[in-house]
T-cell receptor, first 113, second 111 residues
Framework: NAGVTQTPKFQVLKTGQSMTLQCAQDMNHNSMYWYRQDPGMGLRLIYYSASEGTTDKGEVPNGYNVSRLNKREFSLRLESAAPSQTSVYFC????????????FGPGTRLTVL | SQQGEEDPQALSIQEGENATMNCSYKTSINNLQWYRQNSGRGLVHLILIRSNEREKHSGRLRVTLDTSKKSSSLLITASRAADTASYFCATAPSNTDKLIFGTGTRLQVFP
């Protein structure tokens, strides 16, 4: 039982490049989330999926897109990376959106040059 | 946007002492949660307290919730060096299905 897994662990991009961050959970959770964490700013919600087939914007969605591929997988795409997107990205999942404990992955550290 | 704000931002104590962290928020909530983050790692859930609960315990952790003051506290008793981490409160606002995280308290426990 791996919980929440994220790939890759580290990534360096040049401005304008695109990439997809992958997230998978094996807890049969309905809800999944993408956050970014910047120094001194806590976690900010980018997008979330309350259930399979739905996605909604969080606090900082600009520059990102998401796909809930199936119940297990939720990917985050940067179409044209910018230095302001340098951050640590965390995926999380929970049984019920907003009412339950969230379980976090280990994070992806992204640097955009 | 509504956000839990932790106080203090940083706290340094000796092993064996108690550590208290506070969280304030702005609007009505379904629940409030506390998470721990070790340096460079993901967040780990500690305690969830619902809006109709006033106090909850888990091992050396005690969480209180005062909805009239819109505040919560996390007490870690008999702290250990291994408790060194950042602690975040997260609120689940009543009118949404999201969690809103605060900026965290950095706890340093010296042996």
């Amino acid at each position: 039982n791996a919980g929440v897994t994220q790939t890759p662990k580290f990534q360096v991009l040049k401005t304008g490049q695109s990439m997809t961050l992958q997230c998978a959970q094996d807890m049969n959770h309905n809800s999944m989330y993408w956050y970014r964490q910047d120094p001194g700013m806590g976690l900010r919600l980018i997008y979330y999926s309350a259930s399979e087939g739905t996605t909604d914007k969080g606090e900082v969605p600009n520059g990102y897109n998401v796909s809930r591929l199936n119940k297990r997988e939720f990917s985050l795409r940067l179409e044209s990376a910018a230095p302001s997107q340098t951050s640590v990205y965390f995926c999380a999942s929970s049984e019920v959106a907003g009412l339950d404990t969230q379980y976090f992955g280990p994070g992806t550290r992204l640097t955009v040059l | 946007s509504q956000q839990g704000e932790e106080d203090p931002q940083a706290l340094s104590i000796q092993e064996g002492e108690n550590a208290t962290m506070n969280c304030s928020y702005k609007t009505s909530i379904n629940n409030l949660q506390w998470y721990r983050q070790n340096s460079g790692r993901g967040l780990v859930h500690l305690i969830l307290i619902r809006s109709n609960e006033r106090e909850k315990h888990s091992g050396r952790l005690r969480v209180t919730l005062d909805t009239s003051k819109k505040s919560s506290s996390l007490l870690i008793t008999a702290s250990r060096a291994a408790d060194t981490a950042s602690y975040f409160c997260a609120t689940a606002p009543s009118n949404t299905d999201k969690l809103i995280f605060g900026t965290g308290t950095r706890l340093q426990v010296f042996p």
